[in-house]
């Protein structure tokens, strides 16, 4: 699944849709690829350096939702949740996620993150 879905997106740094940016930015967490999440991060909102934390281990996302994001939108967002492993034990984060599609290439601005159902 990854050759197909989130690798060419990863390589590339572009994605059709809001949701297929999430799940290559889900994606670039599980294998330590800051420099994609950096790459499709909107510059106004973009951190100066971003440190990987290598004791979480992601596991899966589940997409919850998603509003516009599509080809020929401007906006989107995305409700998600990721689950994880730390040295704490297991979790999951849970995030309502923004972006915007500048110049054909969509972008992460910010989330809303809310307690997780689980």
Do not use: K, N
């Not at 516009?68 to 999951?92: H, K, L, N, T, W």
């Amino acid at each position: 699944m990854y050759a197909s879905c989130c690798g060419p997106v990863i390589a590339s740094g572009i994605a059709p849709t809001a949701v297929r940016l999430m799940r290559s930015r889900f994606s670039a967490f599980a294998i330590g690829d800051a420099a994609h999440l950096i790459r499709t991060w909107h510059p106004s909102t973009r951190p100066g350096d971003l440190g990987l934390d290598a004791g979480t281990r992601w596991l899966r996302l589940d997409i919850l939702g998603h509003e516009a994001g599509g080809p020929f939108d401007a906006e989107g967002v995305v409700e998600f949740e990721a689950f994880y492993r730390d040295g704490q034990g297991r979790g999951a984060l849970r995030e309502r996620s923004r972006f915007v599609r500048e110049e054909r290439v969509w972008l992460y601005v910010d989330g809303d993150v809310r307690p997780s159902t689980r």
